[in-house]
Nanobody, 122 residues
Framework: VQLQASGGGLVQAGGSLRLACAAS????????MGWFRQAPGKEREFVAT???????IYADSVKGRFTISRTSAKDTVYLQMTSLKPEDTAVYYC?????????????????WGQGTEVTVSS
């Protein structure tokens, strides 16, 4: 069971990036999928989550700028990031949660990808 995150990079403030998280098994098609991020010296924080049916929750800091989505096969999750700010700089992790309700704490996720680094320059 693996999650593979990709799409990070260096971008200027105001720019955009799209992160992807591919699941190795179709099992994840019914899981909640989430994105978290961790900046140097800080705890991992919630960014967004999406259910198998498309229900979404966003952190206030990214509402209106980030969009989480998943493919029709439900095995790949994307995080479209626009209007990026230097404070969005972090390692972004995707997680999977096998439950019927959404969660915004990283301790409530069962599986994690390896992380992809996003750097936003000012």
């Amino acid at each position: 069971v693996q999650l593979q995150a990709s799409g990070g990079g260096l971008v200027q403030a105001g720019g955009s990036l799209r992160l992807a998280c591919a699941a190795s098994e179709r099992t994840f098609s019914t899981y909640f999928m989430g994105w978290f991020r961790q900046a140097p010296g800080k705890e991992r924080e919630f960014v967004a989550t999406i259910s198998w049916s498309g229900y979404t929750i966003y952190a206030d800091s990214v509402k209106g700028r980030f969009t989480i989505s998943r493919t029709s096969a439900k095995d790949t999750v994307y995080l479209q990031m626009t209007s990026l700010k230097p404070e969005d700089t972090a390692v972004y992790y995707c997680g999977a949660r096998n439950a019927r309700i959404a969660a915004t704490r990283y301790s409530e996720y069962d599986y994690w990808g390896q992380g992809t680094e996003v750097t936003v320059s000012s």
